[in-house]
């Protein structure tokens, strides 16, 4: 059989021979009851089923690396038992050598000769100022004393001279006269101190007045003299000294004086210039 009817002629009337082949179906067989339900539960379980087993997976992987890092982690090793980076100095294969003395260049000695050493310049000399003699607080200026040597204590009388009063304040001349036969230089400020019958120290020494100076050349039996001011009996005042220590400028000794002073709030010294009637001049 081909599928074709052999007879043409039983084919109803007004149909063509084609017609029982190419009609279409009357319609669509519907689902089967509860079909759609079935495949979504089925498919719900699928996607459950690949979730735990990429959880699975995945506890797999992390163990697998945990095992792997242990296995490949070198065993039995102690710091105790690992030598030191450095090797002990009695060791002679790792003994370390100093490098050589540096070689200096120069004219090389013959046989029977000595090279003297090079000449060193003698070390500076430094002097420290006198214990109660505060830090310079004046500007030098130029003076002719540097061809004269700086008078010592032993050749100096220390002397108070006049006082003088203003505006609140007392005024001091105090005199350093050269009793030597060599003539000498000052400079600076002296550091100067009072004290009680017994020698014992009253309060803190003179501070420095700001004032510039230059060196004063004393020759035989000329003074330079300097300004003591205090307060006239205003504020706090010391007990009224018996004796004034005096340090001549850059000198270790001192000169003792007899001096009544009293010394309110303040006390300050101007530096010595020439002349006995103090800094400045009267």
């Known amino acids: 059989m081909t599928g074709f009817p052999d007879d043409l002629g039983s084919a109803p009337e007004g149909a063509g021979p ?6 279409q179906p009357p319609g669509y067989l519907a689902p089967p009851p509860g079909s759609f339900g079935q495949i979504r539960r089925r498919a719900t379980r699928r996607r459950r089923l690949r979730t735990a087993g990429g959880g699975v ?3 797999a992987v992390v163990a697998g690396s945990v095992y792997l890092v242990g296995a490949l982690a070198p065993r039995g090793t102690d710091d105790r038992g690992i030598p030191p980076a450095t090797a002990s100095p009695t060791s002679p294969a790792l003994r370390t050598t100093q ?35 505060p830090t310079p607080s004046g500007t030098p200026t130029s003076g002719s004393g ?49 004290l009680d019958a017994s020698g014992k120290q009253i309060g803190a020494p003179a501070d420095r007045s700001p004032m510039d100076y230059a060196a004063v050349v004393l020759r035989p039996g000329e ?15 010391r007990p009224t000294s018996a004796k004034v220590r005096v340090y001549p400028p850059g000198s270790r000794a001192s000169l003792v004086v007899a001096g009544e002073l009293t010394i309110c709030d303040d006390f300050t010294i101007t530096p010595l210039t020439a002349g006995r009637t103090g800094n400045p001049p009267a």
Request: hydrophobic share 30%.
């Open 99 to 133: 490098p050589p003395a540096p070689v200096t260049t120069g004219p090389r000695a013959t046989p029977g000769t000595h090279s003297a050493p090079p000449p060193t310049a003698p070390p500076a000399a430094t002097s420290s100022p006198a214990r109660d003699t």
């Open 57 to 59: 997976a995945a506890a």
């Open 223 to 237: 003074a330079a003299s300097d300004t003591l001011r205090t307060a006239n009996h205003l504020g706090t005042c």
């Open 146 to 194: 540097s061809a004269t040597p700086m008078c010592a204590a032993s050749q100096l009388t220390a002397s108070l001279g006049g006082s003088d009063g203003a505006a609140g304040s007392v005024y001091r001349y105090l005199l350093l006269t050269n009793h030597s036969a060599t003539t000498c230089h000052l400079t600076g400020y002296p550091g100067v101190s009072v």
């Open 18 to 23: 084609q017609e029982p082949l190419l009609r």
